[in-house]
């Protein structure tokens, strides 16, 4: 059941989201209320919610902001964490997740957004979505904080798939390479292929073919390959494209945000110590807010599924509605700079059509 469209919402220079509102640890209200605050910031977007209708009708009329600007879905399902992706992709076509991608797959929205199960949305987005010609296997590509100018390096693969093999490394430092140079703007992106040592002769056979690889497209898709780069490189200045496997990468991505938490909870506790310790974290205040907004993982919440005939961004599963709203905020550039067929036309131009994948 659809619920009746309000037509205001399809105005000729709004881009239409397509968001999964149930999926997420916080539940749709976290979900609604993060397409709220990106309402009252963006007046260029629209979104289709997909759930429960009743549920999702009531938070929607509490946001006067959102009024003309959401259509509705019913979806009588959700996917929760805990779901098997082969168990979501033969049971799963009632889920709100599978209708946020559908509408993506329809050509009605620009992108889908979801704070769900990620192996889940990974298997619906490639299986209603299709791979791009030319790519092996998808990846996920996050923003990463780094000591770079723009502030973020892309990392991928995070986790869409475990196993990489020479070719799809190179494949993602193409795709990579793509996201880099038109979410921030760097005319020739610098690519590092993570390793355990930055010397040719160190790591897996596949690494030291992948090196091959990389280098030998540098010039034609238009990136500097900076060769080996080890973990402090994640966030520091010698690339802005960080390539590895799915494993490595969400390993480490997961590490890093729990080396965040646990600094954050030992600033807090030296500052609680004394009398001294508040005093000096009182004239801290400024410093110590400028450096909570640089490292918080709240404003670059969404990884990207590159290789699909798609865009679809994923929120981390416990986003509030800051989260959120950077998620949406990501897709929305994503979708009107037009990326995901800039990434198609890059891919195809570089791949032999032999080996482009129909």
Known sequence: MTAPTDHSMAKPHRTLISVDAMGGDQGPEAVVAGCSVSARLNDEIAF????????????????????????????????????????????????????????????????AVSCGNTGALMAISMIRLRKLPGVNRPAIAILYPSANPQEFNVMLDVGADVRADADDLMRFALMGTSYTRNSMDIDRPRVGLLNVGTEENKGRSELKEAYDLIKAQEDNAGFEFVGFVEGGDIAGDRADVIVTDGFTGNVAIKTGEGTATMIGSRLREAFRHSIL????????????????????????????????????VKSHGSADATGVSAAIKLAAQLAQSKFNDKLAARVAAVMPAEETVT
């Not at 006067?64 to 009588?76: D, M, N, T, V, Y």
């Not at 076509?93 to 993506?104: G, N, R």
């Not at 009182?282 to 640089?294: D, G, I």
């Open 277 to 312: 310790s508040k005093l000096a974290s009182v004239l801290a205040y400024t410093s110590l807010q400028r450096l909570r907004r640089k490292v918080d993982p709240r404003r670059v919440n969404g990884g990207v599924f590159l290789g699909l005939n798609g865009t679809v």
């Open 48 to 111: 289709i919610l997909h759930g429960d209708e009743a549920q999702l009708r009531s938070l929607v009329e509490k946001r006067p902001e959102l009024k003309g600007r959401c259509e509705i879905r019913h979806s009588a399902d959700v996917v929760t964490m805990n779901d098997k992706p082969s168990q979501v992709v033969r049971t799963g076509k009632d889920t709100s997740m599978w209708s946020a991608i559908e509408s993506v797959r329809s050509g009605e929205a620009a992108v």
